[in-house]
């Protein structure tokens, strides 16, 4: 199980988010397999919907 806690910093939208988001797993989650990297990008692009910063 993945969490992911989806907050969107001020003026940023939700392609842009989940595009930078995105860039940080294929970078930082070095113990994923390509086909699990695939998976979560696909949970991403049709699930999430990352809430705005508050502050």
């Not at 113990?31 to 999430?48: K, N, Y």
């Amino acid at each position: 199980m993945i969490l992911i806690d989806a907050i969107r910093s001020s003026g940023e939208n939700r392609e842009s988010y989940i595009d930078r988001y995105l860039d940080n797993v294929r970078r930082d989650w070095s113990l994923l397999e390509a086909r699990e990297v695939t998976m979560v990008e696909d949970r991403m692009r049709s699930s999430d919907f990352p809430a705005l910063n508050p502050s």
